[in-house]
């Protein structure tokens, strides 16, 4: 049961419904899910990205890794300060939900002696901008100085590292089902009542193509009904970050799997997950505008991008493998005293178990003109496995 919306919530959520309504009825009743997560997402002053609304930590609708903990931010600093160190330049963030992740970088590599030229955050929701400028203010003078927004991506290649957490999981998706040996989309349409529902049309020949590059076609291997999405916007986007890197690396870090793994047979009904208010469930058609819709990361598509973008796969290892590899048990062994090292044990326990983050959470890093192995990946290379 999910908690009742307020009433400011309900009629946020009534306008992103008649939005997509009036979208419904101009495309002549049926459009791809792609595009309905898109206006839930962005739609301009009321997708859940664009509004206001208290989405991160224990207040929101879900808790990322570094709102866990600082630990988190002072390992992923370790992985900037070798790159930064060979390549000088910047840090850009994309995405930098409430600043904990930037608040934490900036303080860790002021205390390595590497802080980044510059600190750039592109962030679309004003709301979480807002937020983070509120969070940073209060970083020591000459941190908080290099801290700037960007309202696109920058037209000059930097040098350094670009920073994706939890990003990729927001793209929207395409959904499709396998009836009868034949491949069907899987829509958005509007029931009798008015409602939103799925429904199923014609695959167009992206997806087609897209499927029947994965599975063949017809498809094989895969049970009559099976359902699940693919991102046909992770190409883009990783050739877009591919023209902003002279030289570093692309940090991503998601939830997701490698293909074998995420179209795999018995997950019948794909990844897609709603969040709202610390609970996870599967209706989209629901708090429109006032939950988060996100699909797992399929992280052989996000290789093949990188290939084609010129970008080379230099790491893939989970979470736990790369926090532990940038030393997340020396940062609990050095806390100053007995309480604050029981704090932060149970908080990396959370960053690190398989049953919490540990696992579902991967790390990919994708580099140009960076050749010397990456720290973070010294434990572990799930690469063969994409």
Known sequence: MLPTLSPEEQCHSEAVAALIRTELAAAGGWISFERFMELALYAPGLGYYSAGSWKLGSGGDFVTAPEVSELFGRCVAAQCAQVLRATGGEILELGAGTGSLAAAL?????????????????????????????????????????????????????RGVILANEVADALPVRRF????????????????????????????????????????????????????????????????LGECLER???????????????????RLAGTLRCHFR??????????????????????????????????????????????????????????????SRARLAGEARRLVMPEEMGEAFKVMALARGHETPLEGFSLQDLRRQL
């Open 106 to 158: 900036l303080a860790a590599l002021d205390a390595l002696g590497v802080l980044p030229e510059r600190y750039a955050i592109l962030e679309v929701s004003g709301d979480l901008a807002a937020r983070q400028r509120a969070h940073l203010d209060a970083l020591a003078p000459h941190q908080r100085a290099r801290v700037v927004w960007l309202e696109r991506l920058p037209q000059t290649p930097l």
């Open 177 to 240: 089902r396998l009836r009868g040996g034949t491949l069907v989309e899987l829509g958005v349409a509007l029931a009798p009542g008015g409602t939103l529902h799925a429904a199923e049309g014609p695959p167009d020949a992206a997806l087609a193509q897209a499927c029947a590059a994965m599975f063949g076609a017809p498809p094989r291997s895969l049970p009559d009904g099976y359902t699940s999405e693919v991102s046909l916007r992770v190409g883009p986007w990783v050739a877009t």
């Open 248 to 266: 570093g690396i692309v940090l991503l870090c998601d939830y997701g799997l490698p293909r074998a793994h995420y179209y795999h047979a018995q």
């Open 278 to 339: 610390q609970r996870a469930h599967d209706n989209p058609f629901v708090n429109l505008g006032v939950q988060d819709i996100t699909a797992w990361v399929d992280f052989t598509r996000v290789a093949e991008a990188a290939s084609l973008a010129g970008l080379e796969v230099s790491g893939f290892a989970t979470q736990a493998a790369f926090l532990l590899a940038l030393g997340l048990e020396r940062a609990v062994a050095a806390a100053p005293d007995a309480a």
